[in-house]
């Protein structure tokens, strides 16, 4: 569907999407979008616009009912269980409602995003202690997620997304529970993330985190682009950087 050129530039792309739930609400009405390599692109729109149902559909936790799916040139209409399942290591996502185990420690919810990539653990305290620091939740290492606020459960959640270093980060909601200044921490952790080579795409309905952003902001209403442009331009093409496994200690 891309040319050759655009195919390693492109890493999500959605072409006449649409996505119904029983019996009639259409959630996601004929939506094509595709965003660069090295991208922040903002999703937003009021409650109910269809800003985690285009989440849901970039890691089929949903299927369309018309149009096509591809992240990083892979059809997720065509792709076996086995082969979306090894997509998904390289996907990073923090749910709006986190998806957290409870009893189970920070460092050991953020862990698991590591170990099915084989991280070695060492690799693994070293990051999710630096991860933990940047997000202000140093002192919360042992603690079971159960045991936190719901801010810094949000934040666990997205530290665990970012971890494993994946290609694509997906957040929905990434300050949702959060005061000014610990959204500042999130937003620079997923700026360091999209330094490093990361692409991010981040559902929202705080304003304050786009509203200056020189990054792509795409509006939905009713399950419809209603505003922002669905084409990357030039200048937001594909970042240099990667996102390779290393054993560097920094995030
Ligand atoms: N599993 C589901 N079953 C039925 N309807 C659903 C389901 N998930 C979402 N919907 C409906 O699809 C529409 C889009 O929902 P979606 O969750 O994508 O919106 P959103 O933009 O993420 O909203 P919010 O800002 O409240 O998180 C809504 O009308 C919602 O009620
Ligand atoms: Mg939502």
Redesign the pocket.
Known sequence: MNSANNESRIIVDLVKVSKT??PD?H?VSDVSLSVNRGEILFLT??????????LHLLNRIESPDKGVVEVAGQDLGKLSQGKMQKLRRSIGVAY?DFKLLPDRSVAQNIAIAMEVTYTRPSTIRTRTKDILQRLGLADKYHTPTAELSRGEQQRVAIARAVAGRPQLILT??PTGNLDHETTTLVMDLLSHCNKKGATIII?T?DESIYRQTDHRVIE?RA?RIVNGNPVPDDSRRHNPATTEETDNADT
């Not at 729109?45 to 285009?54: D, E, L, N, P, Y």
């Open positions: 739930y029983h609400i959630a729109g009021r409650s109910g616009a269809g800003k985690t149902t285009i709006q929905d909601e559902a309905h939905l399950g």
